[in-house]
């Protein structure tokens, strides 16, 4: 049985800066580590995968590798071989629209006009 446990974060926070500044997908492999470390005394019964996602979209390398089997699969049975592509895109509007709420609740709103 597979177990997993989906991370999203945002490479602006002031604790991730640095480790953003490496690269793409740093982040995500950072808090993917963490969530193994996390899970590391789950039942050997599960199959654990972090699945950690940077707010603009990298994620960790076992998450791709996921993702694109799955597509693969899912291919496999459909015989449309764009199924890889349709799973990212999708994961892409799932960042897109998270995004869209995080940020929007970080906007105040004012009645006065001259604010």
């Not at 791709?64 to 699969?73: K, M």
């Amino acid at each position: 049985m597979l177990a997993w446990d989906v991370t999203v974060i945002s490479t602006l926070a002031d604790s991730y800066v640095s480790v953003a500044a490496r690269g793409a997908g740093e982040v995500a492999e950072l808090a993917a580590n963490r969530k193994c470390e996390k899970y590391a005394n789950i039942p050997g019964a599960y199959s654990f995968l972090p699945i950690a996602v940077e707010t603009h979209g990298a994620m960790n390398a076992d998450a791709y590798d996921f993702f694109g089997n799955l597509g693969r699969r899912i291919s496999d049975l459909t015989g449309d071989p764009r199924e890889v592509a349709f799973i990212f895109q999708r994961l892409s509007v799932l960042i897109q629209r998270f995004n869209s709420a995080l940020y929007s609740e970080t906007f105040v709103l004012h009645d006065d006009p001259d604010l």
